[in-house]
């Protein structure tokens, strides 16, 4: 089957792929999540937005950066509520064509552009107020490299905004295996501690570790349906074997992430850099 995913709107990618089953299944994990416009949220969701928004006064003349943006949620969102400005970047071509499709489509009115962009290698003459990491940057191959490469695009007294994952307890190696096939990275495995030895040059305005709990298989079905019954009017595909194709993957998907619950929690953060300060700490943890 052929598709064109201009179908609804041009702001998407103009292109045109022959979608079969086999494609569907080979397809690189971003670039799946961007064929189907999956809402890939951060830990928390709206919940964490929420927190972000209020203790690190993100407001109307906020100037944002949303690395590894997938299809626009966060940046999205916020820009709803704050009116605020900004950038959003990823990788995959897909996503970001997405994100520009969400953005017209969900938030036409929010000051947000998408770009393709790699994050170590992005280049703006822009300084930002906020720059938002979720919980992506521990997945980057040096996430060191790229904290750093962050800080310098951040405004002296700016925020980078986090909510990454942390174990509570080992997760089993079959776990680990199917997670890496499934996502095409390896999940979390590390403590709390060591998860936030990546953000210790930053001063912690604000933390609240939260505990995950697990979906019900109706909870699974019911988010799985809806994303597929949309990508389906969105991009105008009819082929009943193609959709249970792209529901079976997701299904996976987010069943494997529901797998990995009972062993990880998250931390929602707002870090402040502070030009006099970095990359020393002179308050003490608790």
Not at 113 to 120: A, E, L, Q, T
Request: proline content about 3%; glycine content about 4%.
């Amino acid at each position: 089957m052929f598709i064109n995913m201009s179908y609804k709107n041009k702001s998407r990618i103009l292109f045109t792929k022959k979608l079969t089953k086999e494609y569907i299944n080979k397809l690189p994990y971003n670039d799946f999540v961007g064929l189907i416009n999956q809402w890939n949220c951060l830990p928390g969701a709206y919940v964490s937005l929420s927190q972000w928004i209020c203790y690190s006064n993100l407001n109307s003349k906020s100037n944002i950066l949303e690395v590894g943006c997938t299809t626009g949620f966060a940046s999205r969102e916020i820009a709803k509520t704050t009116k605020c400005s900004g950038v959003g970047i990823d990788i995959s071509e897909v996503s970001v064509n997405s994100a520009i499709y969400n953005k017209k489509i969900y938030a036409p009115d929010v000051n947000i552009d998408y770009i393709v962009s790699d994050g170590y290698k992005h280049k703006t003459e822009q300084k930002f107020s906020h720059v938002i990491v979720g919980g992506c940057l521990q997945f980057f191959e040096d996430p060191n490299r790229m904290m750093i490469k962050l800080i310098s695009m951040l405004n002296d007294g700016g925020y980078v905004l986090a909510s990454p994952f942390f174990v509570t307890k080992p997760i089993p190696k079959t776990l680990i295996s199917k997670a890496e096939k499934v996502f095409d990275f390896t999940p979390t495995t590390t403590n709390y501690k060591n998860t936030m030895k990546l953000y210790d040059k930053l001063e912690i305005i604000y933390e609240d570790k939260r505990n995950l709990k697990k979906e019900t298989k109706d909870e699974l079905n019911f988010y799985c349906t809806c994303t597929v019954n949309r990508v389906s009017e969105e991009l105008n595909i009819k082929d009943k074997a193609i959709l249970k194709a792209i529901y079976n993957r997701l299904y996976l998907i987010k069943k494997t992430s529901n797998d990995l619950r009972p062993y990880q929690n998250y931390s929602v953060l707002v870090l402040r850099y502070e030009k006099s300060v970095y990359p020393n700490r002179f308050v003490e943890l608790f």
